[in-house]
């Protein structure tokens, strides 16, 4: 460690250029992220809904992956007024100039033949709807979507003329917009209430700005790692939010462990270089301990069949990842090179001393009443978390936009138009074993649809059939086969929706009297699924956003307990390693436990109870995100972790140096750490608030979770409960019955220098 501690002294300034060198090539992937991460990664590998939705990608009109529902409303006439008709034609025009060749297909109010576009005529007459098929590739669908629906606005402001953009592509498309500005806000929020706070904690201009340097270096690094690899692979738009908040949180949380112990070491006499050393040594080990138990933590994310959750996981990673590279490389390299302006810490009385602060007097009070501390801790964290006994999960849908953004309001006014269920219908992917055409009756099929009609929530179920019926005088086979699918026949595009280009798949939509979300929703499909196989001679997927959903909630649900073993046994196994114990790294599983579940209770009261609607608006009031839950305790653990390492290990290290008394080694080690853990937990709190100014739900319900966790952590767990646990242990505390830790063995205490002489009071 000493051989490379001098590499990295000497080659300094090789190692500054070279990171300068890696910063700028991050940079050209990081700008270019957005064009490539993904808004899907919803779709559980192999579920029914994954299938239903692959069978309608292709083969029908106007229902590929960028496809779009265009809903066009005019203020001042209804559909049986000449200027009406006029009007959806010119938002049409500029559709069409924009999209230019892209635009392959249209389907709706505008196609159909008079008498029988009343499905797509709104309740009061002056809306109507026409669905537009184009050969976009997903991910340029949702770079160019945001920017039609802008022009269409700019074009029709002030006219009475309102056209919205429905779609996946749509919806992911705004959501790029609003993560990538709300990323900005909370940025510029965050920043330069970092600095200040890290003026505050520093006393030191440039210890705050090389603490800010390391925290953005992180965010640009990992983001532009995240950039690369989604050049090349899905990755979720979520996983770059991740990267950005845990990369800047983290990276300004080690370098402040650094920073402080190097400056520490000054202050007790030590030549620059050898308080570098020791402080490289000492914090520089906990900050990789520290790193590699997140990562640990995150990794269990990855048994999750969500590219969603598996992004996150990633982004969580390479922010991590790039906070220990610089804190460990580039820091070192840079304190070196601004060591001059980088003063000590004023030498302060100690602390046996007479006047005691908070860090010494609230451990001294949790060791002389160990029991009722633990007893009151565990019940304020208890009264926390009883709300999270009600907590529900759902879907991302158009509830976790604002309910100004253009998305928003389309589906706001399908939802008033056409019935709550018109935005989200399930789509029913019938497949046959020989084209529907040639099938010799459609008894089977008629009877299916019959009993889709039939259950309780649906309201109504759109198919071929009535369409091919008519065109056939009532046989509906005769309409289908008379029907010219591929020569312009005015009637082709009422079958080419409904019936694959192959002819072998069919697809119903059945409209369901609730939201997507809803317990109506979701049992219409599970009755769907159940009347379909318990039909032979069809197959049957059922697909759209309910059963996406449906899917995604039980793939999180199955996985959920494997997750948090993993993730449990990952850190356990990390902690024994590292601190040769049995019981510190037990204790840390159960104080993170208690403290992640009181986590889950605010986060619960504020958006599902609706206690925050004054702070964050009416529009935050909602269920959890689905993923939000198994997210939050993943990094909660790695970042409550964080502080366990930090500070036992400067209890350790008390530990040896005064002669093996716990009690003293608990009050030195909090005295030493504790300053720096409220400091560094109010600059993660600073960092996580921000991101719940951002516009999109999932991240404020995240930011949420995570401040509250990291302020119940660095208070109520480090000061109290942690001290009041350990004071009943004793001896205990190091206890294995494998791999001992010699080093453990009780030293004289004058045979080390005596570090409490110059404990540092914040």
Known sequence: MRRFFDTLVRSRWGIVLAWLGVCGVSAVFALSSNDHLSGGGWYVEGSDSQIAAETLSAGFEGRGPSSFAL????????????????????????????????????????????????????????????????????????????????ELNAHFEGTGVHATMISASAFWGEMNELSESGLIRSELIALPVLA?????????????????????????LSVGALGFIARHTEVSLFGKSAATMLGLAIGVDYSLFII??????????SSPVAALRTAWVRSGETVAVSGLTIMVASTALFVVQLNVIRSMALGAMLGIGAAMVMSLLVLPALIVIFSRWIGPRAPVSDATGSRRTIWERAPRFAMNRPYTTIGVCLAVCGLLAVPALRMDTVTPDSSILPSSSPSA????????????????????????????????????????VTAIDDLPGVVAVNSVLPTMATFGEGD???????????????????????????????????????????????????????????????????????????????????????????????????????????????????????????AYGVVVLIFQFGWGRVIFGSDSVADLTNFVPIVLAVLLFGISTDYEVFLISRI??????????????????????????????????????????????????????????????????????IPAAMSVMGRWNWWTPIFADKSMAVEPPGEQRDQRATVPVQ
């Open 409 to 448: 309001v389309g589906y706001e006014a399908m939802r008033t138009q056409f019935g709550t269920g018109a935005v989200a219908p399930v789509n029913v992917v019938v497949t046959f074993g020989e084209p529907v055409a040639e099938a010799s009756n459609l008894d089977s099929l008629n009877e299916f």
């Open 652 to 721: 350790r290290e008390a530990y040896r140096s005064n002669g093996g008394d716990t009690r003293a080694a608990v009050v030195e080690g909090s005295v030493r750490t504790a300053p720096l853990i409220s400091g560094a937990a109010l600059l993660m709190i600073t960092v996580f608030l921000a991101f719940t100014l951002a516009a999109v739900l999932p991240m404020q319900q995240l930011g949420l979770g995570l401040a509250a966790a990291v302020a119940l952590d660095a208070t109520l767990i480090r000061l109290l409960a």
């Open 71 to 150: 809903v066009v409303t005019v203020d001042s006439a209804d559909v049986s007024d000449r200027v009406f008709r006029s009007s959806v034609q010119s938002v049409f025009d500029v559709v069409a100039d924009e999209l230019g060749d892209s635009a392959v297909s249209r389907f709706g109010w505008s196609t159909i033949p008079d008498g029988f576009g009343s499905q797509f005529v709104g309740a009061d007459r002056n809306m109507v709807v026409d669905f537009v098929g184009t050969d976009l590739d997903d991910g340029t669908a949702r770079r160019e979507f945001p920017h039609i629906q802008d």
């Open 476 to 598: 509906a086979l005769e309409g289908l086969r008379s029907t010219d699918r591929n020569a312009g026949d005015t009637r082709a595009a009422a079958v080419n929706r409904y019936v694959s280009a192959d002819g072998r798949n069919l697809v119903l939509e059945a409209i369901v009297d609730g939201e997507a979300s809803s317990p109506t929703a979701r049992a219409v499909v599970r009755e769907i699924r159940e009347l379909g196989a318990d039909r032979n001679e069809l197959v049957v997927h059922v697909g759209g956003e309910t059963a996406e959903g449906i899917d995604a909630n039980a793939e999180i649900e199955r996985r959920l307990w494997t997750v948090l073993a993993l993730m449990l046994i990952g850190i356990f196994a990390l902690l024994f390693v590292y601190f040769r114990s049995v019981f510190i790294p037990l204790k840390a599983v159960v104080v993170n436990v208690v403290s992640i579940s009181a």
């Open 196 to 220: 200040l706070v890290l003026l505050y904690v520093y006393r030191s201009v440039a210890a705050a700005v090389l603490s800010g340097v390391v925290g953005g270096a992180s965010v640009l």
């Open 260 to 269: 402080s112990r190097y400056r520490e070491e000054l202050g007790a006499g």
